[in-house]
């Protein structure tokens, strides 16, 4: 019961966070605005109450000393898999302050950057935060008022990560996985309204894309060698009856 409880609890902060890198990779762009800058807010709050839930779970049965063997090599994968988006939460954080800084919405001090994102992030945000619609509620200064309480999270996640590794003592190169590197990339599971399935379908067109343009090249390249052939064998007649 407390190893799928912990998987439950883990596979839920690693959507959060994802979805918060999601996030993070629009800032600044044109598809930044006051709604995403209160979208992000949410979401790594949401982000952080899982990461807190986590490590207590997680700390309690690390620290029994009655669990099995088996159990406990099961706990300390989980929780390296567990530090680790937690430091990928952290890095989205501190990227979301520096963009934030650079491109503030009430006063902006330069023109947003047209990276190729379109559309409203709001699916991501609501997926985030498991509910159909997204309610906005903040002031319209959140893009600098935000920023304060950004870089107190942000310390606040690091000094939770020095606590962690103080508490547990877990080696990740000790931790042998379970899987080889890359399967879940193999797997035929459907990611269905993801944005790995977006990216995947836009990487898959290109191809197609190709394929057709060298096609087209064959058979160019195989009309201009008939061409050859025939004018060398019109040239070769017209030199022997000459």
Request: glycine content about 6%.
């Amino acid at each position: 019961m407390g190893k799928d409880e912990c998987k439950t609890m883990l596979d839920a902060l690693n959507k959060v966070t994802a979805c918060y890198r999601h996030l993070v990779i629009a800032l600044g762009s044109t598809s930044d605005s006051q709604n995403l800058r209160e979208e992000l807010k949410k979401t790594r709050k949401k982000a952080q109450e899982l990461a807190v839930a986590n490590r207590t779970k997680l700390t309690s049965l690390l620290k029994d000393k009655n669990i099995s063997k088996d159990d406990r090599a099961e706990y300390e994968r989980l929780w390296v898999l567990f530090t680790s988006s937690v430091e990928l939460l952290e890095v989205d954080m501190k990227r979301s302050l520096e963009i934030g800084q650079d491109f503030p919405l009430k006063v902006p001090t330069r023109h947003l950057i047209q990276t190729g994102m379109t559309g409203s992030t709001t699916t991501v945000a609501a997926r985030a935060m498991s509910v159909q619609n997204m309610k906005y509620e903040a002031d319209a200064n959140i893009d600098t008022v935000d920023l304060k309480e950004l870089e107190t999270e942000i310390a606040q996640v690091d000094q939770m990560m020095e606590e962690m590794e103080m508490k547990v003592q877990v080696a990740p190169w000790a931790v042998e996985a379970k899987q080889e590197a890359g399967a879940e990339l193999k797997s035929t599971v459907s990611v269905g309204n993801s944005s790995v399935g977006v990216i995947s379908i836009c990487e898959e067109e290109p191809k197609e894309t190709v394929e057709g343009e060298t096609g087209l090249m064959k058979v160019f390249a195989g009309v201009i060698f008939t061409a050859v052939l025939l004018i060398a064998g019109i040239l070769g007649y017209l030199v022997i009856n000459l």
